[in-house]
Nanobody, 116 residues
Framework: QVQLVESGGGLVQAGGSLRLSCTIS????????MGWYRQAPGKQRELVAR??????DYADSVKGRFTISEGPSMNMVYLQMNSLKPEDTAIYYC???????????WGQGTQVTVSS
């Protein structure tokens, strides 16, 4: 059983920065992928970034601005967001994909609002 608790969301001005944190309880396999998704009003939930054994992948819309990283023992996953734009406004969800069992764990979501 894996639980994800997110923090760091909030309101920020365009051009500013925000750092999201996801605290993961339970042991996570090195084979598990961690990621951040987001869903804006009226839009499909989309992958923002993921990391697996140090390898990262980003949505084109955030490349060069966002950075995903993981903490010791994969207990934490972070999303550093720089040069934020109003279109980044969304609910952001932390995700763990357990590759061995092909199952997902999700956080509760945290609101990120970027004002123009």
């Amino acid at each position: 059983q894996v639980q994800l608790v997110e923090s760091g969301g909030g309101l920020v001005q365009a051009g500013g920065s925000l750092r999201l944190s996801c605290t993961i309880s339970g042991s996570i396999s090195i084979h598990a992928a961690m990621g951040w998704y987001r869903q804006a009003p009226g839009k499909q939930r989309e992958l923002v970034a993921r990391i697996l054994r140090g390898n990262t992948d980003y949505a084109d819309s955030v490349k060069g601005r966002f950075t995903i990283s993981e903490g010791p023992s994969m207990n934490m996953v972070y999303l550093q967001m720089n040069s934020l734009k109003p279109e980044d406004t969304a609910i952001y969800y932390c995700n763990v994909y357990h590759t061995l069992t092909r199952s997902n764990s999700w956080g509760q979501g945290t609101q990120v609002t970027v004002s123009s």
